[in-house]
Protein backbone atom coordinates (compact mmCIF):
# COMPACT_ATOMS: atom_id res chain seq x y z
CA UNK A 1 0.00 0.00 0.00
CA UNK A 2 0.93 3.33 -0.74
CA UNK A 3 2.15 6.22 1.95
CA UNK A 4 -0.83 8.40 0.03
CA UNK A 5 -3.28 5.41 0.75
CA UNK A 6 -2.24 4.62 4.20
CA UNK A 7 -2.67 8.01 5.11
CA UNK A 8 -5.91 8.20 3.69
CA UNK A 9 -6.88 5.51 5.61
CA UNK A 10 -5.46 6.84 8.99
CA UNK A 11 -8.06 9.81 8.37
CA UNK A 12 -10.90 7.99 7.55
CA UNK A 13 -10.48 6.07 10.36
CA UNK A 14 -9.85 8.66 13.09
CA UNK A 15 -12.88 10.54 11.58
CA UNK A 16 -14.74 7.63 12.55
CA UNK A 17 -13.32 7.48 16.41
CA UNK A 18 -14.00 10.99 16.83
CA UNK A 19 -17.28 10.81 15.47
CA UNK A 20 -18.04 7.64 17.50
CA UNK A 21 -16.56 8.92 20.70
CA UNK A 22 -19.27 12.68 20.29
CA UNK A 23 -21.83 10.46 19.85
CA UNK A 24 -21.43 9.08 23.07
CA UNK A 25 -20.38 12.14 25.30
CA UNK A 26 -22.77 13.02 27.32
CA UNK A 27 -25.10 16.30 26.83
CA UNK A 28 -23.44 19.17 28.16
CA UNK A 29 -27.06 21.57 27.97
CA UNK A 30 -27.45 23.65 31.09
CA UNK A 31 -30.68 21.86 33.35
CA UNK A 32 -33.18 24.62 34.29
CA UNK A 33 -36.27 24.20 36.49
CA UNK A 34 -39.26 26.11 35.35
CA UNK A 35 -39.26 27.38 39.20
CA UNK A 36 -36.14 29.09 39.31
CA UNK A 37 -37.43 31.64 37.51
CA UNK A 38 -38.37 34.97 39.82
CA UNK A 39 -41.46 37.26 38.44
CA UNK A 40 -39.24 40.35 39.83
CA UNK A 41 -36.29 39.33 37.88
CA UNK A 42 -33.24 37.05 37.89
CA UNK A 43 -31.46 38.98 40.71
CA UNK A 44 -34.40 38.68 43.39
CA UNK A 45 -33.59 37.76 46.30
CA UNK A 46 -36.97 38.70 48.53
CA UNK A 47 -39.69 36.80 46.77
CA UNK A 48 -42.94 38.34 47.51
CA UNK A 49 -41.61 40.32 50.17
CA UNK A 50 -41.53 42.81 47.00
CA UNK A 51 -45.16 42.84 47.36
CA UNK A 52 -45.10 45.06 50.54
CA UNK A 53 -45.38 48.92 50.08
CA UNK A 54 -46.21 52.25 52.05
CA UNK A 55 -49.80 52.14 51.15
CA UNK A 56 -50.37 48.42 52.55
CA UNK A 57 -48.87 49.89 55.36
CA UNK A 58 -51.39 52.79 55.74
CA UNK A 59 -53.76 50.28 55.28
CA UNK A 60 -52.96 47.37 57.76
CA UNK A 61 -52.58 50.83 60.31
CA UNK A 62 -56.04 51.26 60.05
CA UNK A 63 -56.62 47.69 61.59
CA UNK A 64 -55.68 49.19 65.34
CA UNK A 65 -58.99 49.57 66.93
CA UNK A 66 -57.44 48.62 70.49
CA UNK A 67 -54.28 49.57 70.82
CA UNK A 68 -53.80 45.49 72.44
CA UNK A 69 -50.10 44.58 71.55
CA UNK A 70 -49.87 40.78 71.17
CA UNK A 71 -45.96 39.29 71.38
CA UNK A 72 -45.83 36.40 69.14
CA UNK A 73 -42.67 35.12 70.05
CA UNK A 74 -41.97 32.63 72.93
CA UNK A 75 -38.66 32.53 74.80
CA UNK A 76 -35.42 30.19 73.13
CA UNK A 77 -33.40 29.19 76.02
CA UNK A 78 -31.68 25.51 76.81
CA UNK A 79 -35.09 23.99 77.70
CA UNK A 80 -36.69 25.23 74.45
CA UNK A 81 -38.59 22.47 72.50
CA UNK A 82 -35.91 22.95 69.34
CA UNK A 83 -36.40 20.90 66.09
CA UNK A 84 -34.17 17.97 66.07
CA UNK A 85 -30.53 18.33 67.59
CA UNK A 86 -30.63 22.07 67.69
CA UNK A 87 -29.02 23.45 70.65
CA UNK A 88 -29.08 26.82 72.41
CA UNK A 89 -26.83 27.66 75.23
CA UNK A 90 -25.27 30.33 76.53
CA UNK A 91 -22.71 31.39 79.16
CA UNK A 92 -22.48 35.39 81.25
CA UNK A 93 -18.71 36.42 81.12
CA UNK A 94 -17.22 36.93 83.68
CA UNK A 95 -17.28 32.64 84.48
CA UNK A 96 -18.18 31.76 88.27
CA UNK A 97 -14.43 31.74 88.91
CA UNK A 98 -13.87 35.49 87.56
CA UNK A 99 -12.34 37.98 89.89
CA UNK A 100 -15.70 40.37 91.03
CA UNK A 101 -13.27 42.68 92.68
CA UNK A 102 -15.45 46.14 92.26
CA UNK A 103 -13.71 49.02 89.87
CA UNK A 104 -12.72 52.21 91.33
CA UNK A 105 -14.80 54.93 93.64
CA UNK A 106 -17.95 54.22 91.43
CA UNK A 107 -17.63 50.15 92.31
CA UNK A 108 -18.71 49.34 88.75
CA UNK A 109 -18.97 45.33 88.07
CA UNK A 110 -20.45 44.06 84.65
CA UNK A 111 -20.81 40.93 82.12
CA UNK A 112 -21.31 40.43 78.91
CA UNK A 113 -22.44 36.86 77.53
CA UNK A 114 -21.21 33.89 75.12
CA UNK A 115 -24.02 32.11 72.71
CA UNK A 116 -23.79 28.92 70.99
CA UNK A 117 -26.52 28.37 69.39
CA UNK A 118 -28.62 27.82 66.30
CA UNK A 119 -30.99 30.22 65.07
CA UNK A 120 -33.74 28.34 64.24
CA UNK A 121 -34.59 27.80 67.72
CA UNK A 122 -37.50 28.94 69.42
CA UNK A 123 -39.65 31.55 67.29
CA UNK A 124 -38.06 31.74 63.65
CA UNK A 125 -37.73 32.63 60.28
CA UNK A 126 -36.56 30.66 57.63
CA UNK A 127 -34.71 32.17 55.08
CA UNK A 128 -34.52 31.24 51.49
CA UNK A 129 -31.32 29.70 52.12
CA UNK A 130 -32.24 27.16 54.13
CA UNK A 131 -33.94 24.78 52.18
CA UNK A 132 -33.90 23.91 48.46
CA UNK A 133 -34.63 21.06 45.65
CA UNK A 134 -31.70 19.36 44.25
CA UNK A 135 -28.99 21.80 44.99
CA UNK A 136 -31.11 24.57 43.99
CA UNK A 137 -32.63 27.31 46.11
CA UNK A 138 -35.11 29.74 45.01
CA UNK A 139 -34.38 31.72 41.47
CA UNK A 140 -32.59 28.86 40.87
CA UNK A 141 -29.63 30.15 43.19
CA UNK A 142 -26.91 27.05 43.69
CA UNK A 143 -26.34 25.63 47.15
CA UNK A 144 -22.32 26.13 46.18
CA UNK A 145 -23.53 30.34 46.14
CA UNK A 146 -25.55 29.63 49.38
CA UNK A 147 -22.44 27.57 51.01
CA UNK A 148 -19.65 30.46 50.06
CA UNK A 149 -21.48 33.50 50.57
CA UNK A 150 -24.16 35.56 52.30
CA UNK A 151 -26.74 34.88 49.77
CA UNK A 152 -30.29 34.99 51.35
CA UNK A 153 -29.39 35.78 54.77
CA UNK A 154 -32.50 36.99 56.83
CA UNK A 155 -30.29 40.14 57.88
CA UNK A 156 -31.00 41.56 54.26
CA UNK A 157 -35.22 40.93 54.87
CA UNK A 158 -36.24 44.51 55.07
CA UNK A 159 -38.88 45.02 58.08
CA UNK A 160 -42.21 43.69 57.66
CA UNK A 161 -45.18 45.63 58.30
CA UNK A 162 -48.35 44.12 56.89
CA UNK A 163 -51.75 42.89 57.15
CA UNK A 164 -51.89 39.67 59.82
CA UNK A 165 -54.32 37.08 59.21
CA UNK A 166 -54.50 34.24 62.05
CA UNK A 167 -57.08 31.44 60.87
CA UNK A 168 -57.99 29.70 63.46
CA UNK A 169 -57.69 25.86 62.46
CA UNK A 170 -59.49 24.14 65.85
CA UNK A 171 -62.73 25.94 65.33
CA UNK A 172 -62.61 24.09 62.01
CA UNK A 173 -62.10 21.00 63.06
CA UNK A 174 -64.09 21.74 66.32
CA UNK A 175 -61.70 20.54 68.64
CA UNK A 176 -58.96 22.04 71.24
CA UNK A 177 -55.91 20.64 69.43
CA UNK A 178 -55.28 19.42 66.18
CA UNK A 179 -53.77 15.77 66.24
CA UNK A 180 -51.08 14.45 64.23
CA UNK A 181 -52.31 13.56 60.60
CA UNK A 182 -54.56 16.44 60.85
CA UNK A 183 -53.44 18.22 57.16
CA UNK A 184 -55.34 21.43 55.90
CA UNK A 185 -55.17 21.90 52.51
CA UNK A 186 -57.12 24.33 50.21
CA UNK A 187 -60.37 22.76 51.00
CA UNK A 188 -60.07 23.45 54.81
CA UNK A 189 -58.61 26.29 54.27
CA UNK A 190 -61.06 28.40 52.00
CA UNK A 191 -63.86 25.96 54.52
CA UNK A 192 -62.35 27.87 57.76
CA UNK A 193 -61.84 31.19 56.30
CA UNK A 194 -65.50 30.89 55.08
CA UNK A 195 -66.52 30.01 58.53
CA UNK A 196 -64.56 32.81 60.18
CA UNK A 197 -64.97 35.43 57.82
CA UNK A 198 -61.32 35.84 57.08
CA UNK A 199 -60.13 37.25 53.68
CA UNK A 200 -56.36 36.66 52.76
CA UNK A 201 -54.63 39.00 50.03
CA UNK A 202 -51.76 39.85 48.58
CA UNK A 203 -48.89 40.91 50.57
CA UNK A 204 -50.24 38.88 53.61
CA UNK A 205 -48.73 37.29 56.60
CA UNK A 206 -51.11 33.99 57.42
CA UNK A 207 -50.91 32.65 61.08
CA UNK A 208 -52.83 28.99 61.63
CA UNK A 209 -53.82 27.87 65.26
CA UNK A 210 -53.56 24.64 65.87
CA UNK A 211 -53.42 24.53 69.63
CA UNK A 212 -50.74 21.96 69.30
CA UNK A 213 -48.46 24.52 70.94
CA UNK A 214 -50.80 25.25 73.90
CA UNK A 215 -51.58 21.19 74.39
CA UNK A 216 -48.20 19.60 73.55
CA UNK A 217 -45.28 21.77 74.37
CA UNK A 218 -44.88 21.97 77.51
CA UNK A 219 -46.53 18.11 78.28
CA UNK A 220 -44.68 16.33 75.51
CA UNK A 221 -41.31 18.25 74.43
CA UNK A 222 -40.15 15.53 72.01
CA UNK A 223 -43.45 14.87 70.58
CA UNK A 224 -43.78 18.56 70.03
CA UNK A 225 -40.87 18.95 68.06
CA UNK A 226 -40.70 15.88 66.23
CA UNK A 227 -43.96 15.35 64.66
CA UNK A 228 -47.14 17.81 64.12
CA UNK A 229 -50.71 18.45 62.78
CA UNK A 230 -49.91 21.04 59.96
CA UNK A 231 -50.48 22.88 56.84
CA UNK A 232 -49.92 20.11 53.34
CA UNK A 233 -48.93 20.81 49.94
CA UNK A 234 -51.60 22.15 48.15
CA UNK A 235 -52.80 24.53 50.93
CA UNK A 236 -49.11 25.73 50.54
CA UNK A 237 -49.62 26.03 46.49
CA UNK A 238 -53.29 27.72 47.56
CA UNK A 239 -51.52 30.23 49.59
CA UNK A 240 -48.81 31.17 47.64
CA UNK A 241 -50.97 31.70 44.63
CA UNK A 242 -52.44 34.29 46.94
CA UNK A 243 -49.77 36.33 47.16
CA UNK A 244 -48.42 36.01 50.95
CA UNK A 245 -45.41 37.29 51.99
CA UNK A 246 -45.08 34.15 54.76
CA UNK A 247 -46.85 31.69 56.55
CA UNK A 248 -46.66 30.63 60.21
CA UNK A 249 -48.31 28.44 62.31
CA UNK A 250 -48.23 27.41 66.57
CA UNK A 251 -45.45 24.20 65.74
CA UNK A 252 -41.98 23.90 64.80
CA UNK A 253 -42.46 23.36 60.81
CA UNK A 254 -45.64 24.63 60.07
CA UNK A 255 -45.92 21.75 57.96
CA UNK A 256 -47.60 18.42 58.79
CA UNK A 257 -45.11 15.77 59.98
CA UNK A 258 -44.22 12.87 59.30
CA UNK A 259 -44.19 14.23 55.49
CA UNK A 260 -46.03 11.89 53.22
CA UNK A 261 -44.13 9.27 51.58
CA UNK A 262 -41.53 10.44 49.06
CA UNK A 263 -42.08 14.41 49.94
CA UNK A 264 -40.14 15.21 52.75
CA UNK A 265 -40.44 18.95 53.60
CA UNK A 266 -42.91 19.83 50.60
CA UNK A 267 -44.39 22.47 52.09
CA UNK A 268 -40.74 24.28 52.79
CA UNK A 269 -39.94 23.58 49.21
CA UNK A 270 -42.80 24.82 48.00
CA UNK A 271 -42.56 27.91 49.94
CA UNK A 272 -39.01 28.57 50.16
CA UNK A 273 -37.44 27.21 47.12
CA UNK A 274 -40.45 27.59 44.54
CA UNK A 275 -42.42 30.10 45.80
CA UNK A 276 -40.68 33.13 47.31
CA UNK A 277 -42.76 32.80 50.78
CA UNK A 278 -40.87 32.70 54.01
CA UNK A 279 -42.08 30.35 56.94
CA UNK A 280 -42.53 31.35 60.48
CA UNK A 281 -42.35 28.61 62.66
CA UNK A 282 -43.36 28.55 66.61
CA UNK A 283 -45.42 31.32 66.49
CA UNK A 284 -47.20 32.12 69.98
CA UNK A 285 -50.98 32.19 68.52
CA UNK A 286 -52.54 31.43 71.55
CA UNK A 287 -53.73 34.83 73.24
CA UNK A 288 -54.93 36.17 69.58
CA UNK A 289 -57.05 32.59 69.00
CA UNK A 290 -58.12 33.67 72.68
CA UNK A 291 -59.30 37.35 72.05
CA UNK A 292 -61.16 35.75 68.28
CA UNK A 293 -58.50 38.24 66.60
CA UNK A 294 -59.21 37.61 62.85
CA UNK A 295 -56.93 40.06 61.70
CA UNK A 296 -54.40 42.63 62.57
CA UNK A 297 -51.23 44.97 61.95
CA UNK A 298 -48.35 42.55 61.73
CA UNK A 299 -44.64 43.95 62.74
CA UNK A 300 -41.67 41.87 62.16
CA UNK A 301 -38.27 43.71 62.16
CA UNK A 302 -35.36 40.85 61.69
CA UNK A 303 -32.09 40.95 63.65
CA UNK A 304 -29.61 41.81 61.33
CA UNK A 305 -27.11 38.85 62.43
CA UNK A 306 -24.72 38.50 59.30
CA UNK A 307 -24.30 35.00 57.55
CA UNK A 308 -27.21 32.88 59.41
CA UNK A 309 -30.16 31.16 56.86
CA UNK A 310 -32.73 30.88 59.77
CA UNK A 311 -33.23 33.93 62.34
CA UNK A 312 -34.50 33.44 65.80
CA UNK A 313 -37.64 36.23 65.89
CA UNK A 314 -40.44 38.18 67.98
CA UNK A 315 -42.83 39.40 65.87
CA UNK A 316 -45.73 41.67 67.12
CA UNK A 317 -49.89 41.90 66.50
CA UNK A 318 -51.43 45.13 67.09
CA UNK A 319 -55.10 45.13 66.89
Known amino acids: MSLLKRLLLAMALSACSESAIAQEAPQTTEHKEPWWDSPWGEQDRLGNVNTLS ?17 ALGIPTGPESAAYG ?66 VFQPADIPPIVTRGVLIDMTKH ?11 YNRAEIEAAMKAQGVTIGRGDIV ?15 DTYRSKEPGL ?4 AS ?6 V ?11 ALPSPPGKTFIVHQTFLAKRGVHVLETIDTNQLAADGVKEFLFVLG ?17 T
Open 85 to 150: TRVYQVERTPGPNADFTSNGTQRVTSFDERVISSMGIGTQIDGFGHLGVDHHYYNGVTGKEVATSR
Open 54 to 70: AEGVKKAAGLIKTGKVY
Open 173 to 183: YGKPMLEVGDT
Open 207 to 221: LFHTGWMAGMMMKDK
Open 302 to 318: IPRFVGTVQMVINPVAI
Open 238 to 243: FLADLG
Open 245 to 255: VAVGSDTVALE
Open 232 to 235: GEDG
